[in-house]
């Protein structure tokens, strides 16, 4: 299921109309205009990606709207808040730091040594003047951030409210199996790594 839904999001391309919010890759710096559709308003999976590259799985039991919009998409001006979201994130660390540093700091997230990690963060913190509010948001922005904004986009797939409980199960093969394509395709790991790493 995962290799055929990538491979009509990478024939369908980037979403252009909410006709085509189903089956496309949305850019993130768009979807601000699209968060009132009713598509939006469902639970289920959703995955973010660069050109044609997955690089993240999650899933919501609530609706995209609340997940996306509070954790992943900038709000108004999201670059200026106190806490951003995890594309802003990305948006202050790509003016800031160069490619390399990010990079640099990244592989030093993916550290099992928790003081490096602790360190990383109360330094992007304090250069940045911002709070972030997880370890997990900040690697996902370093990621984010050493590519240009315009090539990162989600997909969602919806669930009925009667099939929610069925999230979890296609959550967990949706992360193998978009490691395994990516492995197959040599592309980098998933950012959900540490997930399947504990399982």
Known sequence: ?????????????????????????????????????????????????????????????????????????????????????????SEILRDYYSKPKLGGFKKKLESYDKNDKKMIKERIEKDLKITIRSYERLYGALDFSQFEKESIWFAILPFEDTNKKFIDIFETLFIHSAQKYNKKNGYDELLNKGKIDSE
């Open 1 to 89: 299921m995962f290799d055929i839904w990538i491979q009509e999001l990478n024939n369908n391309g980037l979403c252009k109309h909410e006709s085509e919010l189903f089956l496309h890759k949305i850019p993130y710096t768009s979807a601000s205009g699209y968060k009132i559709y009713p598509l939006f308003k469902q639970p289920g999976i959703y995955l973010w990606g660069r050109d044609d590259i997955p690089r993240y799985i999650g899933k919501t039991e609530k609706s995209f709207e609340k997940r996306l919009f509070n954790r992943y998409i900038p709000r108004k001006n999201g670059t200026t808040y106190k806490s951003p979201t995890q594309c802003g994130i």
